[in-house]
C-alpha cells in the first residue's frame, strides 16, 4: 500500500487576518451609513393583512403625505409616514360592523372616526369595504382629514359593500 502525504495547510498571515477583518467592518460601516438614521416602524399585522385586496390597495399608497415620505415598516400590509410616525395604516383588520360612532366620508370612501383613550391618536376604520383598513393618526402632527384626502383614493381598489348610515338617511 502506497502511503499518502499530507500536504500542510497554508496558514493565514495575522495581516491577512486583520485586513479582512477591517474589510468586514467597513462593509458594514457602510451599509449603515447607507441606510442613514431610519428605523424600522414596527407594526403589528392585521389578521387578513395578507388578502391580495390589500397589496392592490398598499401599491396605490402615497409615497408620501403632508410632506412626509414613508418608512419602511415591519410588517405585511402596513405602511408608515414621518419620523416620528404621522400616520400608521394596516390593511386586513376585521371590518366593523353597524356602529353609532362618527362616520366621515372622503373621496368616496367611508371612515368610522374615534379618538384614542391611550394617548393622541386618533383612529379611522374604512367601512363597508373588505379587507377593511386601519389608519392611526398622530392628530398633535397632523390632521386626519389631510391623512385620509391622500389614502383614501387607494381603497377605491376595493368595491364598497355597504355606506356609512345617518339618522337623517333614515327617514321619510
Given at each position: 500500500?502506497?502511503?499518502?502525504?499530507?500536504?500542510?495547510?497554508?496558514?493565514?498571515?495575522?495581516?491577512?487576518?486583520?485586513?479582512?477583518?477591517?474589510?468586514?467592518?467597513?462593509?458594514?460601516?457602510?451599509?449603515?451609513s447607507?441606510?442613514?438614521?431610519?428605523?424600522?416602524v414596527?407594526?403589528?399585522?392585521?389578521?387578513?393583512?395578507?388578502?391580495?385586496?390589500?397589496?392592490?390597495?398598499?401599491?396605490?399608497?402615497?409615497?408620501?403625505?403632508?410632506?412626509?415620505k414613508?418608512?419602511?415598516?415591519?410588517?405585511q400590509g402596513?405602511k408608515?409616514?414621518?419620523?416620528?410616525?404621522?400616520?400608521?395604516?394596516?390593511?386586513?383588520?376585521?371590518?366593523?360592523g353597524?356602529?353609532?360612532?362618527?362616520?366621515?366620508?372622503?373621496?368616496?370612501?367611508?371612515?368610522?372616526?374615534?379618538?384614542?383613550?391611550?394617548?393622541?391618536?386618533?383612529?379611522?376604520?374604512?367601512y363597508?369595504?373588505?379587507?377593511a383598513?386601519?389608519?392611526?393618526?398622530?392628530?398633535?402632527?397632523?390632521?386626519?382629514?389631510?391623512?385620509l384626502?391622500?389614502?383614501?383614493?387607494?381603497?377605491?381598489?376595493?368595491?364598497?359593500?355597504a355606506?356609512?348610515?345617518?339618522?337623517?338617511?333614515?327617514e321619510?
Amino acid at each position: 500500500m502506497r502511503s499518502r502525504r499530507l500536504r500542510p495547510s497554508p496558514r493565514t498571515s495575522p495581516r491577512k487576518t486583520r485586513t479582512f477583518a477591517l474589510a468586514a467592518v467597513a462593509t458594514v460601516l457602510a451599509g449603515v451609513s447607507l441606510a442613514g438614521c431610519e428605523r424600522t416602524v414596527v407594526v403589528e399585522p392585521a389578521q387578513d393583512a395578507q388578502n391580495p385586496k390589500c397589496a392592490d390597495i398598499m401599491l396605490r399608497l402615497p409615497d408620501e403625505i403632508a410632506g412626509q415620505k414613508s418608512r419602511t415598516t415591519s410588517s405585511q400590509g402596513t405602511k408608515a409616514w414621518g419620523d416620528p410616525n404621522i400616520a400608521v395604516i394596516r390593511c386586513g383588520v376585521t371590518p366593523p360592523g353597524p356602529t353609532t360612532d362618527q362616520c366621515v366620508s372622503v373621496s368616496s370612501v367611508d371612515w368610522i372616526s374615534k379618538a384614542s383613550d391611550e394617548d393622541d391618536t386618533w383612529v379611522f376604520t374604512s367601512y363597508g369595504r373588505t379587507p377593511a383598513v386601519e389608519v392611526l393618526v398622530n392628530r398633535k402632527a397632523e390632521s386626519g382629514s389631510n391623512v385620509l384626502a391622500a389614502i383614501s383614493p387607494a381603497l377605491t381598489a376595493v368595491k364598497p359593500e355597504a355606506k356609512c348610515v345617518g339618522a337623517q338617511d333614515l327617514e321619510g
